[in-house]
């Protein structure tokens, strides 16, 4: 019988990974988020040995630098109900062994190597043998040859099973598991019935199995829950992720011999999974976490409960609206204080357009909008040239299963030419095309085209202003900053990409914007419901590109750079054009593993007029979103803001903070072994295991040292306390994760900061 509750429990436990060409960062812990981060802990050291913070090692190094300080230490002694002191829990540090191993599974627990030599385990093939199966079965975009999907996913697997040739094992296993196979429920429902009644799991830890048993492959669970995520947009169902853990209970049930006795394989397993023999999180380890958090947290904290000055009423020289992307945050601090007549502020990247955009020539429109939304419509260019037959042709050879030795025999030398020249170093005008073609002058495109209608642009335009914090005195120019990101031979750069333009550049959007605001028919709607601009205002598109920081103005010559340099290895130079040819070779050379540094260090997310930060150097790590409450006496646009920029920064912030943390399970190796899996799902580090998700390690360390601190993050909110507490009250999901701790939400309103507690309330901390 199944027990569909526990199925399901296990199912939701598992987040969604984003395919390659839209890859967005997202929470791998999404699936927890109704758990407390510290009960969180205890699951996943439980279901996959993973965990929620660093060595301890790591904090007492950042304790003796004195990034951990002796204040916020004491403070996190005190949340976890330590009244002794800080001096004596450091005395206290234990000298023990490691802590207990968690659980196996059952493929763990046989005492008998998989192959000869002992060089296997059964966990090893398991793993092997699923990712490679799932490789194969959902590429749709690399091989050539394809497999027969009439059968469905578990079905198609089960028939491979029974002939499986490419099973890495002495022939007697082989043979062992080809006739158990042949025995096995021909349907995943009938599968997981029987798999539950052949070995006979216990109710009280029957989820938490479940939920191991899919992240013994969490990387091919994460892409089946990713298909399912993207169905349940569309009102519809995908049953992947189930057919998934009827592979993994049959890869059980195929390893269980069938003894019973004290000593079994099927005992061990058994006994393993009795709860008081789990190992629980380091408590020790959280705690340092904590005091990590605070050290950072609790000045900021205090530092924005000051009042800010009143915007000046008078005309400023000009705006800039910029992603509220970390990147933008010194980029804007350096425009301020070059301009001081100017004035920035911070929008969602996609700047209030819903839309999916159809490349020239494709079939398929992109999402180019958050991952938490669906598009609202859609807008595409003028469609390109085919190839001609003959290149089309060469494509259909290089994708062949022969190409990876006939095409060294037969072009070898012919593409070396081709690779040399791709390798050299090269300016702007070079590399900006691989952003995308419309950025050189020789093949600028119109803006796209979105079929809406006048009414329907002056009813998004019309809200979109205050929210961008343009409710005041416009000036004669307005900048509309999008940002993107330049790097050659990298799998995961759209992960450098715009988050809130679903991994893409956010060039489109704001070209769009642009247009509509300077179209005066347009703008007398806008007059007309009471958002006049002034005739002498001009929207300018502009794109900051994050691996150079410099912004570029769409169809107009390019800005100076930022002063970033140092961050990414370079010294500074007397002549800026050459810092800046430097800084733009970082993101064209084929060997850089560290481009930019994306998000590393993201650590806060604030919703305040510019006035409470403008006077802050937040290094880089904050998210900035305007915010008035005054201009907002309905909360509407504060609900707004929690609903989705701060889940969207959560969401960012955990994948940094997992792939720190935890860069086996959720990190995506050594990006100089990454291979491509399916031409765009993922990668596999190496030509095996499991598919990887997250970060590369470059991502987050430097070689000597992280560059990123795993901070959960503080989101600080400035509006009063009882209108934030009904701004949260209406939206459930971020009320959630402010009370399970996946982040700390404060309300910077008044004198001293308050911190939203899990006990549905505020507190003066």
């Known amino acids: 019988m199944i027990d569909s509750k526990a199925i399901d429990q296990a199912l939701a436990a598992i987040a969604p990974a984003w395919p390659l060409d839209s890859l967005v960062a997202s929470s791998p812990y999404w699936g927890l988020r109704e758990q407390r981060f510290s009960h969180a802990a205890d699951t996943l050291r439980l279901?996959?040995?993973?965990?929620?913070?660093?060595?301890?090692?790591?904090?007492?190094?950042?304790?003796?630098?004195?990034?951990?300080?002796?204040?916020?230490l004491e403070a996190a002694l005190s949340e976890a109900g330590w009244s002794g002191g800080a001096q004596a829990w450091l005395d206290a540090e234990p000298r023990d062994a490691d802590p207990a191993p968690p659980p196996r599974l059952l493929?763990?627990?046989?005492?008998?190597?998989?192959?000869?030599?002992?060089?296997?385990?059964?966990?090893?093939?398991?793993?092997?043998?699923?990712?490679?199966?799932?490789?194969?079965?959902?590429?749709?975009?690399?091989?050539?040859?394809?497999?027969?999907?009439?059968?469905?996913?578990?079905?198609?697997?089960?028939?491979?099973?029974?002939?499986?040739?490419?099973?890495?094992?002495?022939?007697?296993?082989?043979?062992?598991?080809r006739l158990r196979a042949e025995r096995l429920p021909g349907d995943a429902e009938a599968m997981l019935a029987a798999g539950l009644a052949q070995l006979q799991a216990e109710p009280r830890w029957l989820t938490a199995w479940l939920q191991a048993l899919l992240m013994r492959n969490n990387g091919w669970a994460a892409w089946c829950s990713y298909l399912g995520?993207?169905?349940?947009?569309?009102?519809?169902?995908?049953?992947h992720l189930?057919?998934?853990?009827?592979?993994?209970?049959?890869?059980?049930?195929?390893?269980?011999?069938?003894?019973?006795g004290p000593d079994s394989a099927w005992a061990a397993w058994r006994r393993d999974w009795e709860p008081r023999r789990h190992g629980r999180a380091d408590a020790r380890a959280l705690i340092w976490q904590r005091a990590h958090?605070?050290?950072?947290?609790?000045?900021?904290?205090?530092?924005?409960?000051?009042?800010?000055?009143?915007?000046?009423?008078?005309?400023?020289?000009?705006?800039?609206?910029?992603?509220?992307?970390?990147?933008?945050?010194?980029?804007?601090?350096?425009?301020?204080?070059?301009?001081?007549?100017?004035?920035?502020?911070?929008?969602?990247?996609?700047?209030?357009?819903?839309?999916?955009?159809?490349?020239?020539?494709?079939?398929?429109?992109?999402p180019r909008l958050p991952a938490l939304l669906a598009p609202g419509w859609e807008a595409s260019a003028a469609p390109a040239s085919k190839p001609s037959a003959a290149r089309r042709g060469w494509r259909a050879f290089q994708r062949s299963p022969l190409s990876g030795f006939a095409l060294v025999e037969s072009a070898g030398l012919g593409k070396l030419a081709a690779l040399a020249g791709r390798s050299k170093a090269r300016g702007r005008q070079a590399a900006l095309p691989q952003l995308d073609p419309w950025l050189t002058p020789r093949s600028a495109r119109p803006v796209p085209r979105d079929g809406l209608g006048l009414d329907k642009r002056a009813e998004i335009v019309s809200s979109l202003l205050p929210a961008m914090g343009l409710a005041g005195a416009l000036a004669p120019w307005v900048l509309l900053v999008g940002h993107a990101s330049h790097v050659s031979n990298n799998p995961q750069a759209a992960a450098l990409q715009c988050g809130a333009c679903g991994g893409h550049g956010g060039h489109q959007h704001v070209r769009l914007l642009a247009h509509w605001l300077n179209d005066p028919a347009l703008r007398e709607w806008l007059a007309a419901l009471g958002r006049p601009i002034p005739a002498d205002t001009v929207f300018l598109p502009a794109l900051h590109l994050t691996h150079s920081d410099e912004i570029l103005l769409l169809d107009a010559d390019t800005l100076g750079a930022d002063a970033r340099a140092p961050l990414v290895g370079l010294a500074p130079e007397a002549d800026d054009a050459i810092l800046l040819q430097k800084m733009r070779q970082k993101g064209d050379d084929w060997a850089e593993t560290r481009p930019e540094w994306g998000l590393a260090g993201n650590a806060l997310f604030i919703a305040a007029p510019r006035g409470k930060t403008r006077k802050l150097d937040l290094g880089g790590r904050a998210f900035l979103h305007e915010y008035d409450w005054r201009a907002d006496p309905a909360g509407k646009g504060l609900q707004a803001i929690l609903a989705a920029p701060m889940v969207v920064a959560h969401w960012i912030n955990m994948q940094y903070f997992a792939s720190t943390v935890d860069p086996r399970r959720f990190g995506s190796g050594n990006k100089l072994l990454h291979n491509v899996v399916g031409g765009r799902i993922g990668v596999f580090e190496g030509n095996s295991g499991d598919l990887r998700i997250g970060l590369a390690w470059q991502s987050v360390h430097d070689g000597q040292r992280l560059r990123h601190a795993p901070l959960r993050l503080a989101a600080c909110i400035d509006a009063p306390p009882d209108r934030l507490a009904q701004a949260l009250a209406a939206q459930p999901i971020p009320r959630q994760l402010a009370e399970n701790g996946w982040l700390h939400l404060y309300c910077v309103h008044g004198d001293r900061p308050l911190r939203w507690h899990a006990d549905g309330g505020w507190r003066d901390d």
């Not at 995520?229 to 049953?239: M, N």
């Not at 350096?334 to 996609?350: I, K, M, W």
């Open 107 to 177: 493929a763990a627990c046989h005492r008998e190597a998989a192959g000869p030599l002992g060089a296997q385990s059964w966990t090893d093939v398991a793993i092997q043998q699923i990712s490679q199966y799932c490789a194969a079965w959902f590429d749709r975009d690399q091989a050539n040859w394809h497999l027969d999907h009439e059968r469905g996913f578990y079905a198609a697997w089960r028939e491979q099973m029974r002939h499986p040739y490419g099973l890495s094992a002495l022939p007697e296993r082989r043979e062992q598991l």
């Open 229 to 239: 995520w993207q169905a349940g947009l569309k009102g519809e169902a995908d049953g």
């Open 47 to 72: 279901v996959a040995d993973s965990p929620l913070h660093l060595p301890r090692g790591e904090y007492q190094d950042a304790w003796r630098r004195g990034e951990i300080s002796a204040a916020a």
């Open 293 to 366: 958090e605070l050290s950072l947290h609790a000045p900021l904290a205090q530092a924005l409960c000051r009042e800010s000055a009143a915007e000046d009423a008078t005309r400023p020289a000009m705006q800039a609206v910029f992603c509220i992307d970390v990147r933008s945050e010194p980029l804007r601090r350096a425009l301020e204080e070059t301009v001081p007549d100017s004035r920035t502020y911070g929008f969602a990247g996609f700047f209030g357009l819903p839309l999916a955009y159809r490349v020239p020539g494709s079939d398929v429109a992109q």
């Open 242 to 260: 189930r057919q998934l853990l009827a592979i993994q209970m049959a890869w059980e049930c195929l390893l269980d011999d069938g003894a019973r």
